[in-house]
């Protein structure tokens, strides 16, 4: 079992629509990033988080470190949203090295 | 902005061969990372660095070495290419603000085939 698990893997949405892509881990973690990956391989940081919620523009991230468990929100989605999206953990008193999830495609049609 | 660049997009190269792929990033970060992505298994690490000189085996090191002569370039080399190491190879940094990680900057990513 990977210890970071994202949900769906595939994800299709209609233009406007408020999106929800899921990532559990199973390790204890000092942080949760969240990433975006465009077509033609260019990784960009969205968020990292360590406790309760960050947002930028339209995109929400939270975290519940109970639950080990964190979402990715993008309200008013757009077709340049899709991209894949990637959650990875810093395992906790480990070195900087991070855990990735496998990642989510999103597809937004206009 | 920081900016890590990757000597090259696209890399074409024949079984057997030594292949050099080199990262350059201009920030002063004392971390930097290659990583390998794969469809289905994301990406994963093949070796990092936290310092000139330094370096630590990732999660799939074998096949692969690694060089940092200098702060600001980390070189991943495969000693002899073998056809399973067709991939795209990521480079990133990272640095520490007050002892906490700060988030990864990723190269453009090169995309190898081996013949």
């Known amino acids: 079992k990977n210890e970071v698990e994202q949900s769906p893997q595939n994800l299709t949405a209609q233009e406007g629509e408020f999106i929800t892509i899921n990532c559990s881990y199973s390790?204890?973690?000092?942080?949760l990033h969240w990433l975006q990956q465009h077509p033609g391989g260019g990784i960009v940081s969205l968020f990292m988080?360590?406790?309760g919620k960050k947002k930028h523009g339209r995109l929400i991230a939270t975290i519940n470190i109970q639950e080990k468990h964190s979402s990715l929100h993008i309200t008013a989605s757009h077709p340049r949203d899709s991209a894949v999206y990637i959650c990875a953990v810093e395992n906790i008193g480990g070195t900087d090295k991070l855990i990735f999830g496998t990642g989510t495609r999103l597809q937004v049609f206009p | 902005d920081v900016k890590v660049t990757q000597s090259s997009r696209y890399l074409v190269k024949r079984t057997g061969e030594k292949v050099f792929l080199e990262c350059v990033q201009d920030m002063d970060h004392e971390n930097m990372f290659w990583y390998r992505q794969d469809p289905g298994l994301g990406l994963r690490l093949i070796y990092f660095?936290?310092?000139?000189?330094?370096?630590e085996k990732g999660d799939i090191p074998e096949g692969y070495s690694v060089s940092r002569e200098k702060k600001e370039r980390f070189s991943l080399i495969l000693e002899s290419a073998s056809t399973n190491q067709t991939s795209m190879y990521l480079c990133a940094s990272s640095s520490r603000d007050r002892g906490f990680v700060q988030p990864q900057h990723f190269g453009d990513g090169t995309r190898l085939s081996i013949l």
């Open positions: 988080l360590s406790s």
């Open positions: 660095s936290y310092d000139v000189k330094m370096k």
């Open positions: 390790v204890g973690i000092s942080a």
